[in-house]
């Protein structure tokens, strides 16, 4: 009964929305191709939903960063958040996107370019895209691009120059992140090698982790967080803020990697949404167990970013492993970044307020291995391969745009500014009503 119920289901939402399409069952077109017809809507709305669900992760990175960093910041990390959105969009449009989908039109496996602009394709406005428009396959593609540069501004945050952190992400997402993306989503050289990285734990997440490390050692740490081979702690101003951030990034993920499948294909869009579940679900687990044991106490903040852990690390496999191994993937995530937060602030001394690195950077790379390991027929050569070349390109990229802005306009905001924090330094304005008073009584 259940099953006679979704098949009249489908055929009545078929039926509407050949009806939406302007076509009627009399025209001249055949009955198969309507229902391709149909097939191209479905797989192009769901595309554009999964657009929207990414944004949303924007505001899933403002609350998380803003919540695991001093209130006095506040209103920086959020100006930073937005203004990332825009600039990606924007010369993602300009330059970015002929860069990473150069087509036919100069490509090569290492470089390619289709020109400057979102110019408009041959066929009209909207044109058949594969399963997809062409606007479709921009404005996804581009909401991808501005989250790279997101990952980047937590790990260098309460300290940054406001003026030279922005240059910095729209040089990333206009010139390196679209060129290492197009050597496999674009057809180069690492995808004619087999290379596998379904959603982006290395040209998302890590290519944004090795630009954040490069940011963090060309900054330098936040004053008063290592002095004299002391670590002294300082917290986030809202465990709350930092929460929803985590559930917010959990949600739009279903977006990021649902919407790499590129289509409404039932099969595969569940297979993706249960493989993404589970590995943040095990992400959590791991973090857990993990902190308790090392800490003493289970410590929320290790356990959101556990969540975001085994989320980044399914990214890559998300597609093509099992439901059990996307257990395994996430539970090893979780394990992992508890252990990598660790070490870069206790063992190198790397001062990242939130933990970027240790989320997307370590399980980034962990997430493209184990791709290789779990992923039926995938090579695990093939994939260190593509995360040495990613990691080198990115790190050399990183620092001479970072040096280059230190030398010619400076990169870190004053003493004074980071001990007034730059909502008043950078902003001339508060976050909390009252704080600055507050500070001072």
């Known amino acids: 009964m259940r099953f006679r119920k979704a098949t009249l289901l489908g055929v009545l939402m078929i039926i509407f929305l050949v009806s939406a399409s302007g076509y009627s069952f009399a025209d001249d077109l055949s009955l198969e191709t309507k229902l391709n017809e149909v097939k191209f809507m479905i797989d192009n709305l769901w595309i554009l939903i999964a657009t929207i669900l990414v944004f949303i992760m924007h505001l899933g990175f403002a609350t998380l960063e803003s919540g695991l960093t001093r209130s006095k910041n506040t209103v920086n990390i959020l100006f930073k958040n937005v203004s990332i959105v825009a600039i990606g969009l924007l010369t993602y449009s300009v330059v970015g996107f002929g860069l990473m989908y150069p087509g036919d039109a100069f490509a090569g496996s290492w470089f390619g370019f289709a020109g400057l602009g979102i110019a408009v394709p041959e066929g009209g ?3 058949a895209y594969g399963n997809y428009t062409y606007w479709t396959d921009f404005i996804f593609q581009g909401m991808f691009a501005a989250t790279a540069a997101t990952i980047v501004s937590g790990a260098v945050a309460e300290r940054v120059k406001l003026s030279s952190f922005l240059i910095f992400a729209a040089l990333y997402v206009a010139i390196v992140y679209p060129i290492v993306g197009m050597w496999h989503w674009g057809g180069g ?13 290395t040209f998302v997440h890590s290519v944004g982790g090795w630009a ?5 050692i060309v900054l330098g740490p936040r004053t008063g967080k290592y002095v004299n081979g002391h670590i002294n702690p300082i917290p986030g101003h809202s465990i709350p803020l930092a929460a929803i951030g985590a559930f917010l990034l959990w949600f739009g993920w279903y977006g990021f990697n649902g919407g790499s499948v590129l ?17 943040a679900a095990a992400g959590v687990a791991g973090a857990i167990a993990t902190s308790w044991k090392i800490q003493k106490k289970p410590d929320l903040s290790m356990v959101l970013n556990g969540s975001l852990a085994g989320l980044v690390g399914i990214t890559a496999s998300a597609d093509c492993i099992t439901p059990f191994e996307a257990v395994i993937i996430g539970l090893i995530s979780g394990v992992l970044v508890v252990f990598a937060v660790f070490f870069f602030d206790s063992v190198v ?9 240790s989320v997307h950077l370590v399980c980034g790379v962990w997430g493209t291995l184990a791709a290789g390991i779990f992923g039926d027929g995938k090579s695990i050569v093939v994939q260190l391969i593509g995360i040495a070349v990613v990691a080198v390109t990115c790190l050399i990229a990183s620092f001479a745009i970072f040096y280059t802005l230190k030398a010619v306009m400076g990169i870190r905001v004053s003493v004074d500014e980071e001990m007034r924090g730059l909502d008043i330094g950078e902003h001339g304005m508060e976050a909390y009503s009252g704080f600055q008073i507050f500070v001072t009584q």
Do not use: Q, Y
């Open 125 to 127: 406005l909207t044109p």
């Open 189 to 201: 050289w690492l995808a004619e090698l087999g290379f596998h990285d379904f959603a982006g734990s």
């Open 212 to 216: 954040a490390l490069a940011g963090i």
């Open 263 to 279: 289509s409404a294909d039932p099969a595969l869009v569940s297979l993706v949404f249960v493989t993404t579940s589970l590995g």
């Open 349 to 357: 001394k790397i001062d990242d307020p939130v933990g970027a690195t």
